[in-house]
């Protein structure tokens, strides 16, 4: 199946094509292959097509490069560590620690991509709410002592860099594919980027 004429326009002017999952990013990779193959090239330039996760992490790189200071982002992996510490107080409470962590983290990503930390100020009805509650004071704590950055929150940290070019170097143009909707997060990032 060929590429869609809009996609393969805008890679055509020299665009960044940003899909919404890995998975898309290389199913669009393999279709340019195919259609560079079909036109009879044996080579090609690697056309700009990357992830949602990948373009942010990189920009976070440049950003990061240029200011000493910035905090680290952690990898999934060291999150979930941090995830099982802030359990530790309830550990008799739960099961399994790295299902525990993973829920968590999950629930952190959906925290801030709807930019809903301010709602964890106020206590929370049920229990099991109130526990996440408390570990998320944990982990937040414990990235802010050190100088850690969850990937969940690197939409809202590139905001006030982004229009800094000596610092983060945004692509001429954006061409979003796969995005069935957008999260408030989201939506301010890619706000930024077009101003």
């Not at 898309?24 to 393999?30: D, E, I, K, T, W």
């Not at 279709?31 to 690697?46: K, L, N, S």
């Not at 200071?69 to 999934?76: C, K, R, V, W």
């Not at 801030?112 to 944990?138: C, G, I, N, T």
């Amino acid at each position: 199946m060929p590429l869609a004429r809009t996609i393969a326009d805008a890679l055509r002017r020299g665009a960044t094509v940003l899909a919404a999952s890995a998975r898309s990013a290389r199913a669009l990779h393999l279709r340019f292959a195919e259609e560079q193959q079909g036109q009879g090239h044996t080579v090609w330039p690697t056309p700009s097509i990357v992830d949602r996760d990948y373009w942010l992490r990189g920009l976070w790189r440049d950003h990061a490069f240029a200011t000493p200071d910035a905090p680290t982002l952690l990898t999934p992996l060291q999150e979930r560590v941090l995830w099982k510490r802030a359990q530790r107080e309830d550990a008799a409470l739960v099961i399994s620690p790295d299902s525990m962590a993973a829920l968590a983290a999950d629930a952190w990503s959906l925290l801030s991509a709807y930019k809903a930390h301010s709602a964890r100020l106020s206590s929370w009805d049920q229990a099991d709410a109130e526990r996440f509650r408390h570990w998320a004071a944990v982990f937040e704590q414990l990235c802010s002592r050190h100088g850690w950055l969850s990937a969940s929150q690197l939409e809202s940290a590139l905001l006030p860099h982004l229009a800094d070019p000596a610092h983060i170097a945004l692509p001429g143009e954006i061409l979003l594919v796969g995005f069935d909707r957008l999260t408030p997060a989201q939506k301010d990032l890619l706000d930024a980027v077009r101003s």
